[in-house]
């Protein structure tokens, strides 16, 4: 189909057209105006009263949202049975909100909405997920998440001597629903790929630091050619292995990164954390935390005997004005960057908070945990430190720069296959590929599978094992740290770019660059108004690539094959038609030839 003929016939009025609209806006960019409706004209869903409806839920959304934050807010710093009944209550109050106009939202038929944000809040709206339970139900399955985690927050593990611990220091399916987060119908089988491009690397880590072990316990407990004993790793969960960077470095005798011992001899505290952590975000050109952040956040574990969830978390309350931190902090280098990480969320809600409510959120939810630890790549550097006094002297040698890594790789890398395999596990419960007679035998095939680790005990369907992780009895998906871990250093590159760094990529520090400010703030500002590889793109310059004839393209790229072998198909086909046209006008020819003859 070819529309060059019709062009063609229309050339001289498309020419005076042309004349005559020289000082005429062409389309129109002000879509949003419609006639007025006549008095007592009938009513009809439509795209104005779709805008009207975003407009209203907009509105009650933020009071609806900031109650039961508060509500969530007061049960997490302070478990008692009176705070959990009023989250609960909160929590049905904001289902039944999410219910009513999410079930509005599914009379609209969006197809030819001009405006595209309408079209995403619609669709996000219509998504009701667990609101549109029974009461009976909903009010159980609340119930059921509540006691999980309250179980958990105040679970202790007891030493014979009486002495006990904190076990934290701080649609078909529900997985179904998680992973439409991003977007992405194959978002299964790309993570699957992408781990394939990771797992070289973390074998080799794995095998150098099973390599060490066995050189500090011996052949009884560590075999070289097979599985790690989860308890070597000095991790509870065996999720990040720096807690043995004594027992793996590389240079002994070189520079060690620890700000721990100058922020103990300095006398830091965890206000002095935050307020350098703000300063960070500041020096970027970036907002700085709101006066009810200092006023509101729990900073610090309550000396009072109150139970509280002490897991690291940040919080927006809907009221684009107060938003909070709750973190039991310690003086340590590693809470220093968890503090960094928990100020970039901060730092997110801020930058979208004139968003509407449905779009203020991460452009996938990898994004939201990828903005405080592209951050904290810089906070992490000997340079940085040094700047900030934590740090007498950096060594550039080599060395120093691979017990740094090390230091890194045993954060970043060893992690990878447990945040995979997290919501692997899940989504298979949810979906019912695990049964329930075999959830923790299932758990530990994943982790030797991915991780390769064994347990050091024997275990069977008598423990759960999961469940000593927070984001299990809490429901709080996992796989969203897997992506972050991935797309923090396309950031961490691409911010590094913009201000201006030469050298090795490890060895940037973003710090006072507000042109990399600048970047990271036009895409937070975004929230979630637009889809993640746009973003994506916005902040690397690379276009998202698409698996075309085996080969990975930008998208441009890939439709220019698809017409390069348009062409070529239409080539051939013209070709066969002609051959074919030639062959049976010959064979025409030759049976005219014999018929003559016969005569």
């Not at 309408?118 to 669709?123: G, K």
């Not at 809490?474 to 871990?485: G, T």
């Amino acid at each position: 189909m070819d529309a060059s003929a019709l062009m063609e016939y229309f050339k001289p009025i498309t020419d005076w057209l042309t004349e005559q609209n020289a000082n005429e806006t062409i389309g129109w960019p002000e879509f949003n105006w419609v006639p007025p409706v006549p008095e007592g004209y009938p009513g009809d869903i439509n795209e104005l009263q779709a805008k009207q409806l975003l407009k209203e839920y907009n509105s009650t959304a933020e009071g609806v949202w900031n109650a039961y934050t508060e509500a969530s807010w007061a049960y997490n710093t302070d478990i008692t049975e009176a705070n959990r009944k009023a989250m609960l209550a909160a929590n049905l109050n904001m289902s039944n909100h999410t219910l009513v106009y999410g079930r509005e939202a599914r009379k609209y038929d969006t197809t030819d909405f001009q405006d595209e944000s309408v079209r995403r809040i619609m669709r996000k709206l219509s998504d009701i997920e667990r609101a549109g339970l029974p009461a009976a139900e909903l009010e159980e399955y609340n119930n059921l998440l509540s006691n999980m985690e309250t179980k958990y927050s105040v679970a202790e593990v007891c030493r014979e001597d009486g002495s006990c611990l904190p076990l934290d220091p701080g649609h078909t399916d529900n997985g179904e629903f998680w992973r439409s987060l991003y977007e992405t119908p194959t978002f299964e089988e790309d993570l699957e790929a992408l781990w394939k491009q990771l797992e070289p690397l973390y074998q080799h880590i794995h095998a150098y630091v099973r390599r060490a072990l066995h050189k500090k316990y011996g052949d009884n407990h560590v075999n070289l050619k097979g599985p790690i004993p989860a308890h070597l790793l000095g991790n509870m969960w065996a999720q990040t292995w720096s807690g043995i960077m004594d027992l793996v470095i590389p240079f002994p005798d070189a520079t060690q990164v620890d700000a721990t011992p100058a922020m103990v001899a300095k006398k830091w505290n965890a206000t002095m954390m935050f307020e350098e952590s703000d300063r960070f975000f500041r020096s970027l050109g970036l907002l700085p935390m709101p006066q009810e952040f200092w006023d509101k956040s729990m900073l610090l574990k309550p000396t009072d005997g109150k139970k509280v969830v002490c897991h690291a978390s940040a919080w927006d309350f809907y009221n684009r004005k107060d938003f909070r931190i709750k973190q039991c902090t310690v003086v340590t280098m590693d809470d220093l960057i968890t503090v960094h990480h928990e100020m970039g969320h901060v730092q997110y809600f801020l930058q979208y908070k004139d968003q509407p409510v449905s779009f203020r959120d991460g452009a996938n939810p990898g994004f939201h945990e990828a903005i405080g630890d592209v951050l904290a790549l810089s906070v992490a550097t000997p340079k940085h430190l040094q700047t900030i006094g934590l740090l007498d002297k950096v060594e550039e040698n080599f060395e120093s720069d691979i017990n740094f890594l090390m230091s890194v790789a045993l954060d970043k890398i060893a992690f990878l296959p447990f945040g995979f395999l997290m919501d692997q596990w899940r989504w298979k419960v949810f979906d019912g590929r695990i049964p329930t007679a075999d959830y923790n035998k299932e758990w530990w095939n994943l982790r030797l599978k991915y991780q390769g680790l064994c347990p050091p005990v024997a275990r069977s369907e008598d423990d759960f094992d999961p469940g000593a992780k927070f984001h299990i009895p809490a429901n709080v998906p996992y796989v969203r740290y897997f992506v972050s871990f991935v797309i923090q250093f396309q950031f961490h590159k691409a911010l590094c770019e913009a201000a201006g760094h030469r050298g090795d990529l490890h060895t940037c520090d973003i710090y006072k660059s507000e042109k990399a400010g600048k970047l990271l703030g036009d895409v937070m500002k975004l929230g979630f108004s637009k889809p993640w590889p746009e973003v994506m793109t916005m902040i690397t310059g690379l276009a998202p690539k698409v698996d075309f004839l085996g080969l990975s393209l930008d998208g441009a790229a890939a439709s220019a094959g698809q017409w390069v072998l348009l062409v070529l198909g239409l080539v051939l086909l013209v070709a066969t038609i002609m051959f074919a046209y030639k062959y049976r006008k010959s064979r025409k020819r030759a049976k005219r030839s014999e018929g003559m003859s016969m005569h």
